[in-house]
C-alpha cells in the first residue's frame, strides 16, 4: 500500500518537473521571440527613420540635379576635353610669344591618385619656366585669364632681374616658375540618367538659380592696358641723381621711347607693304607713306638728342637697342632697293599705260598724279636709250595732260552764234561777240568757229570746245 503510494507521489513530482520544465521552455522562447520582435521593430523604425530622411531630402537633390543637367554645356564650354588638353603646351608657347615674354621651359605634373572615387572632373597641372619684365608676364597672364577654357595659376615665384643687367640690355629679365592648371570634363554614364518626374516644370521653376550659377562660372573679360609709363616693380625704383634739363620724369622718357618703338614698328609693316605691292603704281604710294613714317622717326630721334630729353639709363638703352639700330638696318635694306639710276624701264611702262588711260578717260588729274610718282627719278635714267625714250614720253603725256586740265578748267559760257556766208563766223561766249583771231582770256586763240563748236589755240596746242 505504501509502496503503490510512493511511486504515485514519484510519478507526481516528476509530472510536476516536467510540467515546470515545459513552462520554463515556453517562458524562454516567448522571451526569445519579444526580443526578436524588438529588434525588428528597431529596424524598422531606423528603415522608416532612414526613407523620411530620404523623402525629405530628394526634391533637393533633385533640384540640384536638375541644376547640374542645366549647366552641362557650360562646363563643356570652360573646361577642355582630352585632346584640348594635349594642345595646351602650343598655346602656352603662342602666348608667350605674343606677350613677348621668353619660354624656358614646360612640364607636366601628374595628378596623385589616393584612392579618390571616379569623376567627371580630373586636373591637369603644369610647371612654367619664363624669362620677362614683369609686364610680359602680366600681358602672358592676361591671355590665361581671358582664355576661353579654365585656367589657373595657384602659385608662382620670381626671380628678380639685376639692376645692372637692366642697364645694360635696357629692360629687366626677371626668371618665374608658375603653375597653371585646368580640369578635364569627361562626364559619365550620361546614357543612365535617372528620370526625373515633372523635369520641364520644375527646370522651370529653377530658372533664376540655374541662370545666378551660369553667371558665376561665365568668365568676366577685361582689356589689359599694359604698364602705360609705370615701371618696373621688381628693379630698384630708386633713379640715380643725374642732371636732366629736359626736366621729364622717368615715365615720361619711357613714354618718348615707347612712342619712337611704336613708329618703328609701323615703318616696319609699311616697308613689309612696299615689297608685296602688287603694281608699281601701287609700291610708289607706300613707299610714300613709309618715307613719312621715317621722316617721323628721325625727327623724333633728332629732337630727343638735341635737347636731351632721355637721360635715364635704361631707356637710353632701349632707345638704343630697340630704335636707332633696328632703324639703321631697316634703313640700309631700303637704300639697298632705291631707285638708285631712276625708275626702271618697267615701272615707265606702268606709268605710260596708266597716264594714257587717264588721258582717254578724260581724268587729267590721275594722269599727272601718276606721273609726279616717277618725275623725281626722270634725270637718272639719262644714258639708257630706252628709258630715255619712255621718259621723253611721258614728259609729253604729262604736258598735254597739264594743258587739257586747265583748258577744261576755263569756263565759257555759250550764248549763240551767227554763221552768214560771205561774212566772218561770229560766236558769244562769255556774253561777248567774238571772230577768228580773237583772244578769249585767259589766252585761248580763236581759231576757227563751226556749229555749236570751236576750235582754239591753247599754249601751242588746237583745242576744239563743242557747245
Known amino acids: 500500500m505504501n509502496l503503490d503510494r510512493n511511486r504515485k507521489l514519484t510519478l507526481a513530482v516528476a509530472g510536476a518537473v516536467l510540467l515546470l520544465g515545459a513552462l520554463g ?4 522562447d516567448q522571451r526569445e521571440q519579444i526580443a526578436s520582435a524588438e529588434d525588428e521593430v528597431s529596424r524598422l523604425s531606423t528603415e522608416v527613420a532612414t526613407a523620411r530622411r530620404t523623402i525629405e531630402s530628394t526634391p533637393e537633390k533633385e533640384r540640384e540635379v536638375i541644376v547640374l543637367r542645366e549647366l552641362d554645356p557650360v562646363f563643356a564650354q570652360i573646361l577642355p576635353d582630352s585632346t584640348e588638353v594635349s594642345q595646351l603646351l602650343r598655346q602656352f608657347y603662342q602666348y608667350s ?7 624656358k621651359e614646360v612640364q607636366a605634373r601628374p595628378e596623385p591618385v589616393r584612392g579618390k572615387k571616379p569623376s567627371d572632373f580630373s586636373k591637369a597641372s603644369y610647371t612654367v619656366g619664363l624669362e620677362g619684365d614683369t609686364f610680359q608676364f602680366l600681358e602672358f597672364i592676361h591671355r590665361l585669364e581671358t582664355h576661353q577654357r ?16 637692366m642697364e645694360k640690355e635696357g629692360h629687366p629679365s626677371h626668371r618665374v616658375q608658375m603653375d597653371i592648371e585646368t580640369y578635364v570634363y569627361a562626364p559619365s554614364d550620361l546614357g543612365n540618367a535617372a528620370r526625373i ?12 538659380e540655374i541662370n545666378r550659377r551660369r ?5 568676366s573679360r577685361f ?18 641723381v643725374a642732371d636732366n634739363p629736359s626736366g621729364l620724369s622717368v615715365p615720361e622718357q619711357n613714354a618718348k621711347v615707347e612712342e619712337l618703338t611704336a613708329l618703328l614698328e609701323r615703318a616696319r609693316g609699311q616697308w613689309t607693304e612696299v615689297q608685296g605691292a602688287p603694281d608699281v603704281l601701287s609700291r610708289m604710294l607706300l613707299r610714300r607713306d613709309l618715307m613719312g613714317t621715317l621722316a617721323l622717326l628721325q625727327d623724333g630721334l633728332l629732337a630727343i638728342d638735341e635737347q636731351g630729353l632721355v637721360t635715364f639709363t635704361p631707356a637710353a638703352k632701349r632707345l638704343d637697342l630697340e630704335v636707332r639700330e633696328p632703324l639703321l638696318a631697316l634703313q640700309l635694306e631700303i637704300d639697298e632697293t632705291t ?14 599705260s596708266g597716264m594714257q588711260r587717264h588721258l582717254a578717260e578724260g581724268a587729267y588729274g590721275m594722269a599727272l598724279a601718276v606721273f609726279g610718282e616717277v618725275a623725281e627719278g626722270l634725270p637718272l635714267v639719262a644714258g639708257d636709250p630706252a628709258r630715255e625714250s619712255l621718259a621723253a614720253r611721258l614728259g609729253v603725256l604729262a604736258e598735254e595732260a597739264e594743258v587739257l586740265r586747265d583748258f577744261q578748267a576755263v569756263e565759257l559760257d555759250f550764248g549763240g552764234q551767227a554763221l552768214i556766208q560771205g561774212r566772218d563766223a561770229v560766236v ?19 581759231l576757227e568757229i563751226r556749229s555749236r563748236e570751236v576750235d582754239f589755240a591753247f599754249r601751242g596746242f588746237v583745242l576744239t570746245r563743242r557747245f
Open 25 to 28: 521552455w515556453a517562458i524562454q
Open 97 to 103: 610669344a605674343e606677350a613677348g615674354i621668353q619660354l
Open 150 to 165: 579654365f585656367m589657373a595659376v595657384p602659385s608662382f615665384s620670381l626671380q628678380s632681374s639685376s639692376r645692372q643687367q
Open 197 to 208: 518626374e515633372g523635369y520641364e516644370r520644375k527646370r522651370d521653376l529653377l530658372a533664376g
Open 215 to 219: 553667371q558665376a562660372l561665365t568668365l
Open 223 to 240: 582689356a589689359y592696358r599694359g604698364p602705360r609709363g609705370r615701371r618696373d616693380p621688381w628693379i630698384d625704383p630708386r633713379v640715380p
Open 339 to 352: 631707285y638708285v639710276e631712276g625708275p626702271t624701264r618697267e615701272e615707265l611702262e606702268q606709268v605710260l
Open 428 to 446: 558769244v561766249l562769255n556774253g561777248r561777240s567774238w571772230t577768228a583771231g580773237d583772244v578769249v582770256p585767259p589766252g585761248l586763240e580763236v
